[in-house]
């Protein structure tokens, strides 16, 4: 029985409540009235639950489906503005004891080189990633008893805080590994993580199963319990995400909200993030190959509706997909990208001058990337779409985690707080590690955006640190 509070991944993702969901939403594709009373709510801005939200995602009518682009290009707006925050995935290891038939680290992949970055070598990669200008990190590890386990991680994570180098410093890491105990996870929280991600991969139990069929991770039971456990251990915020691409997307997005709804119904507050990765080619890895394909056109669609529905969480979109398809997502919803990324162990080191580190990354990707511009690049392009690129990392510093961070965007106070933040954070990376032109372009942006901070003493206090940060000094936050 479908049951939001329910502990039991089976009962809080009930596989009846979502069939019904949809046939709900296939009834009613086409019902106009019915789609306008869903849509006047959407426009409250509050949220909608997963059988609101399946209907508009199911929606066969066009206008109202322009209607409903619109809206989420306006949430987007209410609640983001036009920053867009900055990461980079920090691969640690490939070693993996899992069978995903989606991922080339699978256990039974014997042509993919096996590596597991040292402590000297974290040094190397972190390093090449501050001298980039990114101040925070997504940890990507497979699961490994003996290569990567829990203590490896926290050896790894002090590493990367430690690590100052001109000025740089990774002020944020986020921690994307294989799901486990509370007790671990307490640790991580005691590490100074900042969001828990895990992905989904799929919801549909049957189509998981199948798609693991051996390792730890194949217990399906477990794996979608994993952020109650990792809440209950003390993370507050946790990123959900579904691999788009191995089951019907509607499925998964029924489902997705459903996950959300029960996070908020046991521990008052939502998913922080939801990630929307579409599975790509990789090692031994055809995406035609499985079964939920989700076009261009859908997807843009899909994150229009996570956008409509969960209006208070953030959403990422990585370098799997192309400039165009970013630049699309980041109009109707998305909030984080990350830039310049490497997918391979020990990617970015190697492009630095260091001989005993040279090409051992080679062969180890997890998957194609589809944009390879370099984070200046990308920072100039932001700007040229409208964007203030915020390399901000306050929230979790301030402790302004899970509900009070929540409490901050409800009282829109964002704009008083994110804005200047994104602005000082932009200011660093100019004088440190822009291209001329990228510098001159962001100068004239920061001059401009100064301007939209509303509270007089907050723009005040704002304008002070830049003056500041231009005079040498660094890490100022509201
Ligand atoms: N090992 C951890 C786990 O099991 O959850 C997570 C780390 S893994 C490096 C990060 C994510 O990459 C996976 O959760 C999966 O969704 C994604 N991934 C794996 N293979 C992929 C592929 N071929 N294309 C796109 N994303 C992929």
């Known amino acids: 029985m479908y049951d939001p509070k329910s502990s039991r991944a089976e009962e809080f993702i009930d596989h009846q409540e979502i069939l019904d969901t949809l046939a709900y939403a296939d009834r009613n594709k086409n019902n106009a009235a019915l ?26 009518l066009e206008d109202r489906n322009e209607e409903l682009q619109a809206l ?8 983001y503005g036009n920053r867009v925050v900055m990461f980079a995935p920090l691969y640690l290891s490939n070693y993996c004891v899992n069978g995903c038939l989606y991922c080339p680290y699978h256990l039974q992949n014997k042509s993919i080189p096996r590596r597991r970055l040292s402590q000297a070598e974290i040094v190397r990669e972190v390093t090449a990633l501050q001298d980039m200008g990114h101040k925070r990190l997504a940890l990507e590890a497979g699961e490994h008893p003996l290569h990567s386990p829990i203590e490896y991680i ?27 105990t509370v007790e671990n996870y307490r640790r991580l929280r005691d590490a100074g993580i900042g969001t828990y991600i895990l992905f989904q991969e799929t919801y549909h139990r049957e ?9 730890p991770k194949s217990d399906y039971a477990y794996h979608t319990e994993a952020m109650d456990r990792a809440m209950r251990g003390g993370i507050d915020d946790v990123g959900l995400g579904v691999l788009f691409g191995l089951e019907r997307c509607r499925y ?42 989700v076009g261009d056109e859908a997807f843009a669609k899909l994150i229009a509706c996570i956008r409509v529905a969960v209006p208070y969480t953030g959403m990422i979109i990585s370098t799997r997909e192309s400039a165009a398809m970013r630049a699309r997502a980041l109009e109707l919803g998305v909030s ?14 190697d492009n630095a001058p260091c001989a005993d580190n040279a090409q051992l990354h080679e062969g ?41 961070f929540m409490q901050l965007l409800k009282a829109g106070q964002i704009q008083n707080c994110c804005h200047p933040n994104a602005l000082m954070t932009l200011q660093e990376y100019l004088l440190d590690y822009a291209a001329p032109a990228t510098r001159v372009r962001g100068e004239a942006l920061i001059a401009r955006e ?29």
């Open 252 to 293: 998964e997005f029924a489902a997705l909200l459903m996950h959300a709804e029960h996070l908020e119904a046991v521990f008052g507050v939502g998913p922080h993030t939801i990630s929307v990765p579409r599975v790509k080619p990789a090692d031994g890895v055809d995406p035609g190959a499985f079964a939920g394909g």
């Open 72 to 79: 989420s290009r306006k949430i987007k707006r209410a609640y």
């Open 364 to 404: 180890t990707e997890q998957f194609e990337i589809s944009d390879d511009r370099s984070l200046d690049e990308l920072v100039h392009w932001l700007m040229e779409l409208g964007y203030i690129p915020s390399f901000c990392t306050a929230c979790y510093r301030e402790g302004r985690t899970g509900d009070r």
């Open 207 to 215: 189509s998981y199963e199948a798609l693991h069929p051996s390792g």
């Open 35 to 60: 789609i306008d009373e869903v849509m006047q709510k959407a426009k409250e801005q509050k949220g909608l639950g997963h059988r609101e939200a399946s209907l508009l995602l199911a929606c066969a």
């Open 154 to 180: 926290l050896e790894s994570i002090e590493t990367i805080y430690g690590i100052r180098h001109k000025n740089g410093a990774i002020r944020r890491v986020n921690v994307n590994i294989a799901g486990t």
């Open 450 to 478: 100064l301007t939209h901070i509303p509270n007089e003493k907050a723009r005040e206090f704002t304008q002070r640190c830049l003056e500041k940060i231009r005079g040498g000094e660094r890490d100022f936050r509201i």
């Open 336 to 349: 984080q990208i990350s830039g310049a990324s490497k997918t391979s162990v020990g990617g970015y080191a």
